[in-house]
């Protein structure tokens, strides 16, 4: 039966990919120009992000009653990720406020946050006012850079599609090692299940994009997760932080290259390491096989070893990002005239 809901996920999520591209190209919809700073070079589809959304909704309702259970967790879930779908959607049509965009993630986030939080007693917040609201305003400000972040290495193809399947493949895994009594694990892979269906058409030379649409709302449910797993005490917060390092590390550094060298941070660049090592090699599968790979050798085992180790967790995740800084402060991420690779 779980057989028959993996493959029904992916043909579904291929489906609906499939019919949203052919859909925006007839009436011109949702269509990415190429621009001076754009990856690709002809008229794309964008947005194509619903489909994985919708997919893996439609996951969650049938494991739900396969498994004849009422996960009100997931309410709160839907309720957080509409309005980042709409702005997502709003944003891919006609680029709208940064402010506006901020607005609606913060409150997406809150909403996370507060449900796994406060309304869970995730720690005692009458108890530890101080320390209490710190966590909070920090778990937001986490769970919105998610987002952004997301939306930010979605620059070329297949790269934010692969990153998903291998993270929420890995916490899964991760998450049935911890308890295979919770049903964690299979949720999360019921969004790498969506994002391969999408990936099928995203993947070098893609067919469409997955827009804002897709790339906010995978960080918003990836924080969605974070948090998840966390209060449930299914996945220290420090193994995720190492299972999205790649992503984090390139976008966390070149913003605050960016910032520092007083660069407009809310208009697009091609300074990130993966635009880069793509416009060196000239090759954007290159890129992808090989944050793949550097996953699979690198990030994978470390993450393991931190859900082994939890006390030495911080030092692992410490371990993990060096190299990742480092070569990102070789290349000059971040910088306008960077050194070659």
């Known amino acids: 039966m779980l057989l028959i809901l993996f493959f029904s996920t992916i043909v579904i999520s291929l489906v609906l990919t499939y019919i949203i591209e052919k859909t925006f ?34 996951y969650i309702v049938a494991l739900l009653n396969v498994y004849d259970l009422s996960e009100n967790v997931f309410f709160y879930l839907l309720i957080a990720l509409i309005p980042i779908v709409i702005i997502g959607l709003t944003d891919d049509f006609k680029e709208i406020n940064v402010l506006t965009r901020l607005f609606v993630q913060f409150f997406s986030a809150s909403l996370i946050i507060y449900y796994f939080q406060i309304s869970n007693n995730f720690f005692d917040i009458n108890e530890y006012s101080q320390k209490s609201f710190l966590i909070i305003i920090l778990s937001i400000i986490l769970s919105m850079w998610l987002m952004n972040l997301y939306n930010f290495m979605d620059g070329i193809d297949g790269y934010a599609s692969s990153e998903c399947i291998f993270v929420t493949f890995s916490a899964g895994l991760i998450a049935y090692i911890n308890d295979p009594s919770s049903l964690v694990y299979m949720f999360l892979i019921g969004l790498g299940l969506s994002n391969i269906g999408f990936l099928f058409r995203n993947w070098y030379p893609a067919k469409i994009f997955m827009g804002d649409t897709g790339s906010v709302s995978i960080g918003c449910i990836l924080a969605f997760f974070i948090f998840y797993s966390a209060s449930q005490s299914i996945i220290s917060i420090y193994t995720w932080l190492i299972l999205l390092s790649i992503f984090i590390a390139d976008s966390t550094y070149t913003l605050v290259v960016r910032i520092v060298t007083k660069k407009n941070i809310t208009k697009p660049h091609l300074t990130h390491a993966f635009h880069m090592l793509a416009a060196n090699k000239n090759s954007q599968l290159f890129v992808v096989k090989t944050m793949l790979i550097l996953n699979l050798i690198w990030v994978f085992p470390l993450a393991i070893l931190s859900n082994i180790y939890m006390e030495y967790h911080i030092l692992i995740t410490f371990l993990t990002y060096s190299p990742l800084i480092v070569y990102l402060i070789r290349i000059g991420a971040g910088l306008e005239y960077n050194k070659s690779i």
């Open 25 to 58: 190209l007839k009436y011109s919809l949702f269509i990415d120009e190429p621009k001076n700073r754009s990856t690709h070079l002809s008229p794309t589809p964008t947005a194509g992000g619903l489909s994985i959304i919708i997919s893996f909704f439609i």
